[in-house]
């Protein structure tokens, strides 16, 4: 309940030894809570005699009343923003009006919201998982980390050529660092060729996350890619996740970057670069991130970039003692058994034929595919035991080795896997996608006991090691129905 301006005159004037009076009687005798009298003569003491006059009780950010004409500037802007190649929601519509009429003519994010959905212009997206269950990390600096990844796109030509876009993202101000298209599949010549270009422009960052992909980090399997060897005579340490959201800003930036190349229609790869330098401004200099929340206003890669504290570029090169170290000991963890081939050091890696198989694929002109990090399984065999190179899991969770169909887990079903043959004759499975090692059987292949018919489960075979083996399930070891006489 407010107080009455003469009660206020009265706290205002009160002095409890002139008075002769205790705080408490007076606020009995005026019909006020202590709290009250102690909050007056606080403002009474900030303010002086003007505190006596309580402050307005009007909103500070009074209501805006928005028109049809209002409405109908959200639409254009809207279909302005798809025209263009941009993102159109709530968001990219409030800012693009902001930067056009001006805040005061500008509605709400939620009142555009509410529009669009009375409009029906809200596209219907399944259930998808909260994003407060993922885990999201950021770096600091600037030039801390930087995020690198490859995308296949399709040209808008007869023949619908393929062409690869190297996409490159500075982890703290999601600045866009480089971003080139190339006409070869993914290899580690021209991911090197991009990376040389944004160092001349922007420096070197500290650390490189890619995924698995043999044009980037191959550590995973026990060898250096050429392009972490690179990467470390830069002074700058290769890095690699586990799962696809590691890369999740580059990811979503290549979503970002397809649809600004779909509503221009390129079909060569001439265009396709000429509209990446558009993309690139507009993505940095105009596009605010909503990632860059600064107070109460979202800001531009560009803004973020510049304003930002900013890691020392490295200045000398990696030990190569110490990054071979680093390979052994991830083995090590994960795969005791490959180590004893891995101690001979960095230079038996470098001049393996497995670290160059990346530029060996651009220089053969080997057309691009959907997964260009992974080509297709072959029958080709480097060890006398005829196991493949590479594998296909079947879509029931079997790989064929040496004769036997073995069930490894539907968990993997329709992977892919890398294969070698250790000199103690152990036969090392890796998943193609993050470089893992799976499973491994000693060869010969020796089962424990062999079941009547259906699969044979990993688990009967002598001496396997598997990261994650799969349950024994009598009944699909059963023997197989017999057919039905013909009558």
Known sequence: ???????RRKVADFDPVRDGKTVTQFCKELGISRQTYHNIKSRLAQKGRAGIVPDSTAPKNPIKKFNEADKIAVVHARQE?????LDYGPWSIYYFLFDT????????RSTIASWLHELGFVDANARKRPRSSYKRFARDLVGELWQIDGLVYRLFDHAHTHVTIYQIIDDASRFDVGTTAFALPENGTDARAVLAAAFAAYGKPQEILS??????????????????????????LAIAGFAPTTQGKDERSHRTLTQFLDARHPVSLAEVNTYLAEYRQVYNERRRHQSLLVG???ITPRQA???FPKAPSPQHPLDPEQVWARVVAYNQAHNPQAVSEMLNGPAEAATSHEACTDDMAALQGIPPTD???LTAPTTNSTNHWGIPDQLCVSKDGVVRVCGFGLYIGLRFKNRRLYSTVTAENVAEFYTAHDGEFLFSVPLPITLSHRPPGGQININLVEGMKHRQPPRMNPKLSKPRPKRRPQP
């Open 296 to 298: 109460k206003m979202h």
């Open 101 to 108: 009429v001006g805040p005061d003519s500008t509605p709400s």
């Open 211 to 236: 995924d698995n992909g043999d044009a980037f980090a191959t550590y995973h399997r026990g060898f250096l890619s050429a392009t972490e060897t690179w990467l470390a005579s830069q002074g700058v």
């Open 1 to 7: 309940m407010a107080i009455p301006l003469h009660k």
């Open 81 to 85: 923003l798809m025209e263009q190649g």
């Open 305 to 307: 970039f510049d304003t």
């Open 371 to 373: 997964t260009p990090t």
